[in-house]
Protein backbone atom coordinates (compact mmCIF):
# COMPACT_ATOMS: atom_id res chain seq x y z
CA UNK A 1 0.00 0.00 0.00
CA UNK A 2 2.66 2.61 1.12
CA UNK A 3 6.58 2.21 -0.75
CA UNK A 4 9.18 4.84 0.09
CA UNK A 5 12.20 4.04 -1.86
CA UNK A 6 15.51 6.01 -1.60
CA UNK A 7 13.37 8.98 0.13
CA UNK A 8 16.13 11.96 0.54
CA UNK A 9 15.00 15.94 1.79
CA UNK A 10 17.36 17.67 2.16
CA UNK A 11 17.41 21.49 4.36
CA UNK A 12 20.43 23.57 3.13
CA UNK A 13 23.26 20.88 3.14
CA UNK A 14 21.33 18.85 6.04
CA UNK A 15 19.55 15.74 4.95
CA UNK A 16 16.91 15.61 7.14
CA UNK A 17 15.40 12.11 5.54
CA UNK A 18 18.34 10.38 4.09
CA UNK A 19 18.09 7.73 1.73
CA UNK A 20 14.85 6.28 3.16
CA UNK A 21 13.09 2.83 2.09
CA UNK A 22 10.47 1.11 3.83
CA UNK A 23 7.21 -0.33 2.71
CA UNK A 24 3.45 -1.26 4.39
CA UNK A 25 1.59 -3.73 3.31
CA UNK A 26 -2.27 -4.03 3.30
CA UNK A 27 -3.87 -4.93 6.81
CA UNK A 28 -0.87 -3.24 8.74
CA UNK A 29 -0.50 -0.79 11.36
CA UNK A 30 3.16 0.70 10.80
CA UNK A 31 4.31 2.95 13.76
CA UNK A 32 7.00 5.08 12.70
CA UNK A 33 9.07 6.08 15.58
CA UNK A 34 12.32 8.08 16.75
CA UNK A 35 13.37 11.33 18.63
CA UNK A 36 12.15 14.92 18.02
CA UNK A 37 14.04 15.91 15.05
CA UNK A 38 14.55 12.21 13.37
CA UNK A 39 12.60 13.39 10.35
CA UNK A 40 9.30 11.26 11.15
CA UNK A 41 7.25 14.46 10.03
CA UNK A 42 9.06 15.06 7.29
CA UNK A 43 8.35 11.76 6.07
CA UNK A 44 4.90 12.01 6.67
CA UNK A 45 4.41 15.16 5.12
CA UNK A 46 6.12 13.89 1.78
CA UNK A 47 3.55 10.66 1.77
CA UNK A 48 0.81 12.70 2.50
CA UNK A 49 1.82 14.96 -0.15
CA UNK A 50 2.82 18.35 1.39
CA UNK A 51 6.15 18.64 1.12
CA UNK A 52 7.83 18.00 -1.94
CA UNK A 53 11.75 16.16 -1.68
CA UNK A 54 15.43 15.62 -3.17
CA UNK A 55 15.45 12.24 -4.43
CA UNK A 56 13.64 9.01 -4.21
CA UNK A 57 9.97 7.26 -4.77
CA UNK A 58 6.83 7.29 -2.35
CA UNK A 59 3.82 5.03 -3.81
CA UNK A 60 0.61 4.66 -2.49
CA UNK A 61 -1.45 1.73 -3.68
CA UNK A 62 0.56 1.79 -6.64
CA UNK A 63 0.64 5.33 -7.93
CA UNK A 64 3.33 8.26 -7.14
CA UNK A 65 2.56 10.95 -4.73
CA UNK A 66 4.68 13.21 -7.46
CA UNK A 67 3.32 11.95 -10.40
CA UNK A 68 -0.49 11.41 -9.49
CA UNK A 69 -1.07 13.13 -6.17
CA UNK A 70 -4.74 13.74 -7.01
CA UNK A 71 -5.18 9.67 -7.22
CA UNK A 72 -3.15 9.46 -3.87
CA UNK A 73 -4.92 11.84 -2.11
CA UNK A 74 -8.49 10.28 -2.77
CA UNK A 75 -6.66 7.19 -1.37
CA UNK A 76 -5.41 8.38 1.96
CA UNK A 77 -6.38 10.72 4.84
CA UNK A 78 -3.81 12.79 6.90
CA UNK A 79 -4.05 14.03 10.56
CA UNK A 80 -0.92 16.04 10.85
CA UNK A 81 0.20 16.55 15.16
CA UNK A 82 -1.78 19.42 15.49
CA UNK A 83 -5.06 19.43 13.24
CA UNK A 84 -5.73 23.54 11.62
CA UNK A 85 -9.41 23.24 11.27
CA UNK A 86 -11.66 25.99 9.95
CA UNK A 87 -12.94 27.66 13.23
CA UNK A 88 -15.48 29.73 11.32
CA UNK A 89 -17.10 26.46 10.62
CA UNK A 90 -19.38 23.93 13.03
CA UNK A 91 -18.51 20.82 13.60
CA UNK A 92 -20.98 19.24 11.36
CA UNK A 93 -20.25 21.80 8.77
CA UNK A 94 -16.88 20.69 8.47
CA UNK A 95 -17.51 16.82 8.23
CA UNK A 96 -20.06 17.70 5.41
CA UNK A 97 -17.12 19.55 3.33
CA UNK A 98 -14.77 16.62 3.91
CA UNK A 99 -17.87 14.15 2.77
CA UNK A 100 -18.31 16.58 -0.31
CA UNK A 101 -14.34 16.14 -1.05
CA UNK A 102 -14.74 12.84 -1.06
CA UNK A 103 -17.90 12.54 -3.07
CA UNK A 104 -19.68 10.84 -0.37
CA UNK A 105 -23.32 10.69 -1.11
CA UNK A 106 -25.48 11.91 1.17
CA UNK A 107 -27.12 8.83 2.99
CA UNK A 108 -23.87 7.32 3.27
CA UNK A 109 -22.41 10.14 5.21
CA UNK A 110 -24.97 10.75 7.58
CA UNK A 111 -24.55 7.09 9.09
CA UNK A 112 -20.62 7.48 9.09
CA UNK A 113 -21.34 10.82 11.24
CA UNK A 114 -23.63 9.65 13.29
CA UNK A 115 -21.96 6.67 14.16
CA UNK A 116 -18.03 8.32 14.92
CA UNK A 117 -20.11 11.10 16.72
CA UNK A 118 -21.44 8.96 19.20
CA UNK A 119 -18.87 6.97 19.33
CA UNK A 120 -16.11 9.92 20.51
CA UNK A 121 -19.14 11.32 22.32
CA UNK A 122 -19.33 14.30 20.11
CA UNK A 123 -22.70 14.64 18.77
CA UNK A 124 -23.98 17.95 21.39
CA UNK A 125 -20.90 19.56 19.83
CA UNK A 126 -21.21 19.22 16.12
CA UNK A 127 -23.96 22.41 16.02
CA UNK A 128 -21.19 24.25 17.78
CA UNK A 129 -18.23 26.36 16.27
CA UNK A 130 -15.33 24.87 15.92
CA UNK A 131 -13.60 27.94 17.49
CA UNK A 132 -15.34 27.13 20.74
CA UNK A 133 -13.35 23.38 20.58
CA UNK A 134 -11.31 22.58 23.28
CA UNK A 135 -7.91 20.70 21.95
CA UNK A 136 -9.59 17.09 22.61
CA UNK A 137 -12.80 17.66 20.67
CA UNK A 138 -10.71 19.32 17.80
CA UNK A 139 -8.99 15.87 17.89
CA UNK A 140 -11.91 13.83 17.70
CA UNK A 141 -13.77 15.58 15.04
CA UNK A 142 -10.44 15.28 13.09
CA UNK A 143 -10.05 11.57 13.54
CA UNK A 144 -14.15 11.76 12.63
CA UNK A 145 -13.27 13.57 9.00
CA UNK A 146 -10.30 10.64 8.63
CA UNK A 147 -12.58 7.82 8.92
CA UNK A 148 -15.24 9.26 6.74
CA UNK A 149 -14.04 8.38 3.98
CA UNK A 150 -12.64 5.14 4.94
CA UNK A 151 -9.02 5.68 3.01
CA UNK A 152 -6.96 2.82 1.88
CA UNK A 153 -3.91 4.92 3.71
CA UNK A 154 -4.55 6.36 6.89
CA UNK A 155 -1.43 8.83 7.98
CA UNK A 156 -1.30 9.68 11.33
CA UNK A 157 0.99 12.24 13.35
CA UNK A 158 1.34 11.56 17.12
CA UNK A 159 -3.00 10.73 16.86
CA UNK A 160 -2.88 10.18 20.76
CA UNK A 161 -1.81 13.67 21.79
CA UNK A 162 -5.00 15.65 23.49
CA UNK A 163 -7.09 11.92 23.85
CA UNK A 164 -8.72 11.51 27.18
CA UNK A 165 -8.40 7.90 28.01
CA UNK A 166 -11.44 6.78 26.72
CA UNK A 167 -11.14 8.01 23.37
CA UNK A 168 -7.99 6.71 23.20
CA UNK A 169 -9.06 3.29 23.96
CA UNK A 170 -11.19 3.84 20.81
CA UNK A 171 -9.28 5.02 18.25
CA UNK A 172 -7.01 2.06 19.20
CA UNK A 173 -10.05 -0.53 18.44
CA UNK A 174 -11.12 1.96 15.26
CA UNK A 175 -7.25 1.66 14.36
CA UNK A 176 -7.28 -2.18 14.22
CA UNK A 177 -10.77 -2.75 12.60
CA UNK A 178 -9.24 0.12 9.52
CA UNK A 179 -6.75 -2.54 9.13
CA UNK A 180 -8.66 -5.72 9.53
CA UNK A 181 -10.35 -4.81 6.44
CA UNK A 182 -7.63 -4.73 4.21
CA UNK A 183 -6.83 -0.64 4.83
CA UNK A 184 -3.53 0.30 5.96
CA UNK A 185 -2.01 2.54 9.19
CA UNK A 186 1.25 4.70 8.90
CA UNK A 187 1.33 6.81 11.96
CA UNK A 188 4.38 8.13 14.40
CA UNK A 189 3.74 8.09 18.16
CA UNK A 190 6.38 8.79 21.28
CA UNK A 191 3.59 6.15 23.41
CA UNK A 192 5.52 3.69 23.04
CA UNK A 193 3.84 1.36 25.36
CA UNK A 194 0.59 1.63 22.57
CA UNK A 195 2.84 0.83 19.73
CA UNK A 196 4.24 -2.06 21.01
CA UNK A 197 0.71 -3.37 21.56
CA UNK A 198 -0.34 -2.30 18.50
CA UNK A 199 1.46 -2.21 15.68
CA UNK A 200 2.36 -4.90 13.23
CA UNK A 201 6.01 -3.64 11.94
CA UNK A 202 7.96 -0.92 13.18
CA UNK A 203 10.77 1.76 12.21
CA UNK A 204 12.99 3.30 14.39
CA UNK A 205 14.10 6.59 12.32
CA UNK A 206 17.31 8.04 14.09
CA UNK A 207 19.35 11.19 11.96
CA UNK A 208 16.96 10.27 8.99
CA UNK A 209 17.74 7.28 8.76
CA UNK A 210 16.30 3.75 9.90
CA UNK A 211 18.16 2.35 12.89
CA UNK A 212 15.73 -0.71 13.05
CA UNK A 213 13.16 -1.77 10.63
CA UNK A 214 10.63 -5.57 11.10
CA UNK A 215 7.84 -6.95 12.76
CA UNK A 216 7.28 -5.62 16.46
CA UNK A 217 8.92 -9.13 17.56
CA UNK A 218 11.96 -8.72 15.19
CA UNK A 219 12.62 -5.03 16.85
CA UNK A 220 12.05 -5.90 20.58
CA UNK A 221 13.34 -9.58 20.93
CA UNK A 222 12.63 -10.27 24.69
CA UNK A 223 12.83 -6.23 25.29
CA UNK A 224 10.71 -3.54 25.71
CA UNK A 225 10.20 -1.15 22.67
CA UNK A 226 11.19 1.58 25.57
CA UNK A 227 14.39 -0.62 25.86
CA UNK A 228 14.95 -0.68 22.12
CA UNK A 229 14.46 2.83 21.76
CA UNK A 230 16.60 4.44 24.67
CA UNK A 231 19.55 1.87 23.02
CA UNK A 232 19.34 2.94 19.86
CA UNK A 233 18.81 6.94 20.79
CA UNK A 234 21.50 6.91 23.14
CA UNK A 235 24.08 4.68 20.81
CA UNK A 236 26.78 6.55 18.84
Known sequence: MLEIKGLVKRYGAKAAVDHLDLTCENGEIFGFIGPNGAGKTTTIKAVVGI???????????????RQEPLVCKQNLAYIPDNPDLYDI???????????????????????????????????GALAMPISSYSHGMKQKLALISAFLHEPKLLVLDEPFVGLD????????????????????????????????KLCDHVGILK???LAALGTMEEVTGNQSLEQVFLELADHE
Open 207 to 209: DGR
Open 51 to 65: LDFDEGEIRIDGHSI
Open 89 to 123: MRGDEYLNFVADIYQIDKETRTKRIQKYAALFELE
Open 165 to 196: PKASFLLKKLMREHCDCGNTIFFSTHVLEVAQ
